[in-house]
Every structure is written in structure tokens, then in C-alpha cells.
């Protein structure tokens, strides 16, 4: 009994540090893990175009992740949407800063 509790701890600790960080207007849900293969749909879902990710940590790749956020990283300043940002309305459930660490890292 205690190796089955065991078990369903692990599941419950994996589960917590995978979260979800975004959720499109269709329902999905895309976790940390999941954000670098999704990284581009997540970015025409917003922008409604493509736009270069740049590389991961990279000037471009935080200008991208701070529009699909709404907001930038750097000193937390807030951040005006470009114009052409009028794509689907993107849900982040624990908050932007989860979903920024994932969009900055994503390889």
C-alpha cells in the first residue's frame, strides 16, 4: 500500500512541475515542456503572422515572448501589442512569468 502511495506522489509531483502555461482560445492546453514544439502556432495564434523566434535567450526571442505575453521581461516594463497582434485571445493560468521562462528557454 505505502509503494502505491508512492507511486501516485510521483505522478502528482511530475504533474506539478510540468504546469500548464498557456491555453488557446480552442481549449488546449500547452505545457512547459511542450512550449519550443508549439512555440510557432502559439506565435500565429497571437500575431495571426510569423514571426522569427530568434534564439533562445536571445534579444528577438525575448521581444517575442514579452508581445506573446503582453508584457516584456526586461526591468518588467510594461509593453504596448503591436498592431498586427489580433489573433486568438491566449489564456496563461498560472500567470505570464511561467510561460516567459518556458518561451526564453525553448530550444
Same mark, same amino acid.
Given at each position: 500500500?505505502?509503494?502505491? +502511495?508512492?507511486?501516485?506522489?510521483? *505522478? ?5 512541475? @510540468?504546469?500548464? *502555461?498557456? *491555453? ?15 512555440? +510557432? ?5 497571437? &500575431? ?25 521581461? @526586461? ?16 489564456? &496563461? ?5 511561467? &510561460? ?8
Amino acid at each position: 500500500m505505502v509503494l502505491v +502511495g508512492g507511486a501516485v506522489g510521483g *505522478v502528482v509531483v511530475m504533474r506539478g512541475s @510540468d504546469p500548464v *502555461v498557456v *491555453v488557446r482560445s480552442s481549449g488546449q492546453e500547452i505545457r512547459a515542456s511542450e512550449v519550443a514544439e508549439n512555440l +510557432g502556432s502559439i506565435s500565429m495564434a497571437h &500575431f495571426n503572422l510569423e514571426r522569427e523566434a530568434g534564439k533562445p535567450q536571445s534579444k528577438e526571442r525575448k521581444k517575442l515572448c514579452g508581445h506573446i505575453a503582453g508584457w516584456i521581461v @526586461d526591468e518588467d516594463k510594461p509593453l504596448a501589442l503591436p498592431l498586427e497582434s489580433m489573433g486568438e485571445p491566449l489564456r &496563461f493560468p498560472e500567470g505570464p512569468k511561467p &510561460f516567459l521562462n518556458a518561451c526564453l528557454a525553448a530550444e
